[in-house]
């Protein structure tokens, strides 16, 4: 049996062996409207994208059976082009917690769950846009897997182990590999106001999309003739050290991003005659080196009576590809990144109860390429929260 | 209205003197009124303003820095204190009374005694006549608190030890718990020892750790102090960082001969010698 396999199999097990006692169940609605203007060098009237959108629809179910065993399950709905009904339904979070004996404040979780590597997993959305490693595919917020996760004691930080899938939460079954991902994520504060954290994920390949893709399927004489034939990610390894500066109202987040992997992908190279008739086909083995490196920075002042935020945002991306034995920057896809904006609480989101508030950020991406112009993004987004205990009945 | 009397606040702050805002623990909503009207006689320049909502909202409103004082009766958790320190937050925590959280039943009732085990066997649903008991032929009905509730966490992790059986009424406060005892025969609640001086129609049960120990009632308040009463819990106030300035002046009239006075007629204990020390060592 795969590693995988039994892996899944201890988190399916985990939720049907604790549905043992009745206790309490919340339901919990988020749900982000928002309105996107994208554009080339500032031309708002000519928009390359003028949208509306419902980009998060989460509707989540979380149940406590007992108090060390816990389960939730978050579902998002929300909108998408690449579907006729202009909407889909995706699954996000999914798992079983289980409490560990004598390690306090310590749970093993398993299933599809948070992914906690840098700031991802942390990311709560102040500035409404995806964090870098999200954004640029380092890694996906949530995947199947066994964590270890918990607090250490007095407060001074958290600390998370966990073996993943390492495909991230979009992908199960025949895109999933047999190769774990490996993670580790340290966050300390010692002094108040100033947390210093990193976090490592090595995976030694991650999903085959397109293993045995019949795409490129041409048949003749009897035969069958496959142009791909495999492409994986292999020895991805990230790493991500990050801060957070929290003094009265000022507060400074940031993050390094190191990721490197090498693409291996074959094919079969059809051969032919010269009056152009397939003889046969070759497989073609090649690999080729990824490298890349980022920071990102969110300065936010919240206001005297906590209703209004500025935020500011400030990103470098580097992808270095390899092109024979060097890896020259590419500089069609590595960026730098300016932006600000606010957020206007009308109700703070507070635990347990609702909360509502509008966000606005402009946002501007210039490529490192000299000659491509850069993008401006207006966002403005109205996101709401809610949640409720589900009654129990009365016995 | 609401709304109306915070912006009369305000005007008042602004216009006369300072603001304390505590919030939190419904537990100590009571005490913690009848401390600051108190307080307020020798200090009218200070306004403080308190609300409940229960611990767990207490500590996430110190968290955000929303309000002075966390009021909890409850300690505050690992993860919480880990919240509070990334987000430039320093959760300190004085000890301002001790409370023999009490379990009570309906005066008719002539059960007059349980041990944690027992009382822990009714809550998770296990024990459900009070025939059980040695009582009357009678459906035992459980009265607690809602999860938001430090009162609600600490009897879980103390007597409860699992889950709460889904046929308790989960209820508001303290207050709607003594009622609804009142009014039933066959109740049980658990509510702070503040919340059954002088009440009539209730009564405290004596309580052991086990069967062979002995029995000792809430309102032995020796045995509260000494902690030897099996639910001896004490009443938490936290503040960002050592409390300064007009909430020092607060928690000290608060730890004060005056203020422990209130303390006491409020029905909770006093807070001990080994607590004061504590605390003076966060006030110096």
């Known amino acids: ?395 | 209205m609401k709304k109306l009397f915070t912006v009369a606040t305000l005007i008042s702050t602004m216009l006369f003197g300072a603001e304390i805002i505590v919030k939190g623990s419904d537990t100590m909503l009571n005490l913690t009124q009848r401390l600051a009207e108190a307080f307020s006689a020798v200090r009218p320049d200070v306004t403080v303003s308190i609300t409940g909502g229960g611990s767990g909202v207490g500590i996430n409103a110190i968290i955000n820095r929303e309000v002075d004082i966390a009021n909890a009766s409850r300690k505050i958790k690992s993860k919480e204190i880990s919240s509070a320190r990334s987000n430039g937050v320093n959760p300190v925590e004085i000890v301002i009374a001790l409370d023999g959280l009490s379990v009570i039943v309906n005066s008719r009732n002539p059960v007059s005694q349980l041990t944690v085990e027992q009382i822990g066997a009714i809550y998770r649903g296990e024990i459900t006549n009070w025939n059980q008991l040695g009582g009357p032929n009678k459906k035992i009905v459980l009265y607690g608190r809602q999860p938001n509730s430090g009162t609600f966490v600490f009897f879980r992790e103390e007597v409860v030890k699992g889950e709460y059986s889904p046929a308790m009424r989960q209820m508001n406060g303290n207050a709607q718990i003594v009622e609804g005892v009142k009014a039933d025969e066959g109740g049980i609640g658990y509510v702070g020892l503040g919340y059954i001086k002088g009440i009539e129609g209730i009564k405290p049960l004596a309580v052991a750790r086990k069967a062979r120990e002995d029995y000792i009632s809430p309102a032995d308040e020796s045995k509260v102090r000494s902690g030897a009463y099996p639910l001896t819990r004490p009443l938490y106030q936290y503040t960002n960082g050592r409390p300064k300035g007009i909430v020092r002046d607060f928690i000290l009239f608060e730890l004060s001969p005056q203020g422990q006075k209130i303390v006491e007629e409020e029905g909770f204990v006093p807070v001990t010698q080994n607590y004061s020390e504590r605390n003076n060592q966060i006030l110096q």
């Open chain 1, 1 to 395: 049996m795969g590693r995988k396999k039994l892996v899944l199999i201890l988190a399916l097990i985990a939720v049907v062996g604790l549905a043992l006692e009745p206790g309490e169940t919340e339901f919990e609605h988020n749900g982000w409207f928002r309105y996107t203007n994208q554009s080339t060098a500032f031309k708002i009237a000519e928009p390359s994208v003028s949208r509306l959108s419902l980009e998060r629809g989460y509707i989540r179910l979380s149940h406590q059976w007992a108090p060390p065993f816990f389960t939730k399950m978050t579902v998002d709905i929300f909108s998408s082009d690449k579907y006729p009904e202009g909407a889909t339904v995706r699954l996000k979070e999914a798992y079983a917690d289980l409490a560990v004996p004598f390690l306090r404040d310590f749970n093993i979780t398993a299933g599809l769950q948070k992914h906690y590597f840098g700031l991802i997993y942390s990311w709560d959305y102040t500035h409404p846009e995806k964090e870098l490693a999200d954004e640029q595919g380092v890694c996906a917020s949530a995947d199947y897997g066994v964590t270890l996760n918990g607090f250490l004691p007095a407060g001074l930080g958290e600390l998370q182990l966990g073996v993943y899938n390492g495909e991230g939460y979009k992908y199960a079954g025949k895109y999933v590999n047999t190769s774990p991902e490996f993670l580790g994520n340290l966050r300390i504060t010692t002094i108040p106001g100033i947390t210093l954290g990193a976090s490592i994920f090595t995976n030694s390949a991650d999903m085959s999309p397109y293993k045995n893709d019949r795409k490129g399927r041409v048949t003749e004489g009897g035969n069958i003739y496959f142009m791909n034939a495999d492409t994986a990610n292999i020895s991805r390894l990230a790493y991500a050290p990050m801060f957070k500066l929290a003094f009265g109202p000022f507060s400074l987040l940031g993050e390094y991003l190191g990721y490197s992997y090498t693409r291996k992908f074959s094919y079969y190279q059809i051969n032919r005659d010269t009056l152009g008739n397939i003889i046969d086909s070759t497989l073609v083995e090649k690999e080729k080196d990824y490298r890349m490196n980022g920071l990102d920075l969110v300065p936010v002042v919240t206001l005297p009576g906590r209703a209004v935020e500025i935020l500011g945002r400030f990103s470098i991306w580097d992808r270095r590809e390899q092109s024979g034995d060097s890896m020259p920057l590419n500089r069609d896809k590595s960026f730098i990144r300016y932006g600000a904006g606010f957020n206007y609480h009308f109700i703070r989101r507070e635990k347990g109860k609702p909360g509502l508030e509008f966000q606005f950020v402009w946002t501007r991406t210039q490529p490192k390429n000299s000659a491509l112009k850069p993008t401006d993004v207006f966002l403005a987004q109205v996101r709401f929260e809610w949640s409720a205990l589900v009654p129990k009945p009365q016995m």
